[in-house]
């Protein structure tokens, strides 16, 4: 099982960027699909998580700003980002909770870097 991320980039404070991350693989299930971010010397942080039912959670920093969602049938998640600020400057990695083999595993795609420039 693979995450690949995509999306990331420099943009101006205010923009908007769209994060893709797609899961690859043997796939039985995929249960909760999440972002995080995290800056140097910094813990990764959670941004946002969807379950495979659609309910979602956000970080207090990103709420009305970052909208998560998922398409299923791609196994693939998105992080909407809208109204960017300087302090959102982070690689941000996509994680799922994924059934493979009938074993469930939390899986990390490589960091995506977004910058916001003031």
């Known amino acids: 099982v693979q995450l690949q991320a995509s999306g990331g980039g420099l943009v101006q404070v205010g923009g908007s960027l769209r994060l893709s991350c797609a899961a690859s693989?043997?796939?039985?299930?995929?249960?909760?699909m999440g972002w995080y971010r995290q800056v140097p010397g910094k813990q990764r942080d959670l941004v946002a998580i969807i379950t495979s039912g659609g309910s979602t959670n956000y970080a207090d920093s990103v709420k009305g700003r970052f909208t998560i969602s998922r398409d299923n049938a791609k196994n693939t998640v998105y992080l909407q980002m809208n109204s960017l600020k300087p302090e959102d400057t982070a690689v941000y990695y996509c994680?799922?909770?994924?059934?493979?083999?009938?074993?469930?595993?939390?899986?990390w795609g490589r960091g995506t870097q977004v910058t916001v420039s003031s």
């Open positions: 994680k799922g909770r994924i059934s493979a083999n009938r074993a469930w595993n939390d899986y």
């Open positions: 693989g043997t796939i039985f299930s995929i249960n909760n």
